[in-house]
């Protein structure tokens, strides 16, 4: 299968129902061996364009992944990601929100982590799991101390898609390019994870109850979370689903949309001047004594 991007892109006013998506596709390898070359060949790719973008000097790259537990969204990042300078590049994970960020509006704590220019940011989850985690359990909005709550409930989610979009629209003119990842998993493939975690003494520690008990709510996520790509996917910061049962081609899958959008930007090295490159001479010949 050739990788194109345009397959697992949500289309800007889409409504998305998650149960037509598919979990697994025909693979883009045929073999171990192959996969190991092209992944070999995407992150070689996608290193030295992270050289020219921090050269070039005028984007920021931020790349958004979210995904049910055990979607492989640890392993993306560290197989895609591998061959990037890490001066280049960081990684920021955000869990549960502190009592000090939760005094702050929902995107505070997001927007101290932001790529600067040159920059490539990841968000190991996001500013998304205000319309996601806490849709789902929402015992949790009700310590966040927002105006009138619990009475405009509906009106929540809308306001925050609302200031979501604005956001990345913000960032779009200043910028920043968005790519956003939904790892889209079977609730079958991540039982079978969860039995691994279990069976190897080496995955235990990425295993909770916690874990068992989110599955309660399988619907509900998928429900949430196809609500939130159709609202908040837009042509200049779009959702990918990308299908996760297989996570060989799921990485390589977000590694060629990656180097789309990178390829699309035309970045350039910086042209020496005349004057730059009569001094380098001078300096190259003092040198060469």
């Not at 359990?137 to 105006?147: A, F, P, Q, S, T």
């Not at 910061?237 to 990308?242: I, N």
Request: charged residues 35%.
């Amino acid at each position: 299968m050739k990788i194109k991007a345009k397959d697992f892109r949500v289309t800007e006013g889409d409504e998305v129902d998650l149960k037509k998506w598919p979990t697994k596709v025909d693979p883009a390898y045929k073999s171990k061996k192959q996969y190991k070359k092209l992944l070999g060949d995407h992150v070689a790719q996608l290193s030295a364009q992270q050289q020219l973008l921090y050269a070039d000097n005028r984007y920021a790259i931020l790349l958004i992944f979210q995904a049910m537990d055990a979607a492989g969204k640890d392993g993306a990042i560290k197989h895609v990601m591998s061959g990037v300078n890490p001066q280049g590049c960081q990684v920021f994970s955000f869990k549960h929100p502190s009592a000090d960020e939760l005094e702050h509006d929902f995107l505070w704590r997001t927007t101290r982590d932001l790529p600067a220019r040159g920059k490539i940011g990841i968000f190991n989850r996001s500013y998304y799991e205000e319309v996601l985690i806490v849709r789902v359990h929402r015992e949790l909005l009700v310590g966040e101390g927002l105006l009138d709550q619990p009475h405009r409930d509906k009106d929540v989610w809308k306001d925050r898609y609302r200031s979501i979009v604005d956001l990345e629209k913000h960032l779009h003119a200043n910028g920043t390019r968005i790519v956003k990842f939904f790892l889209h998993l079977s609730k079958e493939e991540q039982r079978k994870r969860f039995l691994a975690r279990i069976d190897e003494p080496e995955k235990n520690w990425k295993f909770s109850l916690a874990d068992i008990e989110e599955r309660k709510y399988w619907k509900r996520y998928m429900e949430v979370y196809g609500e939130c790509l159709g609202a908040t996917s837009t042509d200049q910061s779009p959702w990918y689903v990308v299908p996760a049962d297989d996570k060989e081609n799921a990485r390589l899958i977000v590694s060629q949309i990656v180097l789309d959008m990178l390829g699309g930007l035309k970045m350039a090295y910086p042209e020496t001047s005349a004057q730059r490159r009569k001094e380098l001479l001078a300096i190259r010949k003092r040198l060469a004594k």
